[in-house]
């Protein structure tokens, strides 16, 4: 039975707007924990081995049958994009603890640029001069926001050019292997966290736990006007629990709408993030701030048209998933 039309868009409207508070929500939170317990590995380590354990649950009461891969293939495939999704998890922690996060995804609207380079150096492609045209708001809009950031820190601008990089490439490759596999996107993730575990443990037993065994073993040692250790608990929880919430409805919105369509959702979300991290957090910002601010995203958008107007002039793909390609990766978290 056909679904209205109308319900199908009130729908998609409900789960965008659940997806912009988790994704919100889900920032705001971590830049409250981070600011009195500034262990970025642990917050990262907590957020994937939260995903491990409620992912695998939530795919057998969907039906999503398991990844049988081949070892060579797992090995030449599966274990680097594990490597880039254990980078990112860490990248994008330490750079909301560096910086503010409307400043973050700020700098992470930067991600057509890197997109556009990695598809011209690795697949050879080239693009129309509109696209290109679109990355100059784009880098001015950046810029601007660098240079009237008030809170700046250069190790927080690099965390966050590094983590959109790895984004676009980890987003780029990982859509090689739903081409090559037919694996389901959720079930990618899952065997992608549990591989980065693998990277994720080492790392935590190298730089937080030392650091941990030093003052007696208190894990949440260092915390300061947050409520005392059981309500930094609710909040690192509550904060797994949005990163999970958001993946899932991201993907369930992917499957609903055009490519095209969820671009602009993805460039929507980084507006409402830096708008509410604006409110709920109170970071004191200059109107050349936000310009520069309004000039990226507004670059994002113009970027999202020239794709598509160029997708519209070649044989356009027959599935949604080959278009998605056309109009570059899925925007980060």
Known sequence: MAVHPVREWLRIFLLCMGWYALSSGGNILNKMILNGFPHPVTMSMSNMFFAIAFLPPLLRAWGIPKADLPRGYHYRNILPLA???????LLTHFTIWKVTVSYAHTVRATMPIWVVLISRIVMKEKQATAVHASLVP????????????????V??????LATTLATALQNIFSKKVLRDTGIHPLRLVDVLLRNAALFMVPTWLLVDLPSFLERGGDLLWGISGQGGTTTVLLLLMASCLCKLAEMV??????????????????ATKGLVVISVSLLCLRNPVTYVNLLGVTMALAGVFLYLKAMHDASQKRLLPSTRQDHSDVLGPPCPG
């Open 83 to 89: 490597f880039g999704e254990y980078s990112i998890a």
């Open 138 to 153: 784009i880098v001015g809009g950046v810029l601007l926001a660098s240079v009237s950031e008030l809170s700046f820190d």
């Open 155 to 160: 190790s927080g601008l690099m965390c966050a």
């Open 249 to 266: 409805v991201a993907i369930v919105v992917l499957d609903l709408v055009s490519p095209l369509s969820y671009g602009v959702a993805c």
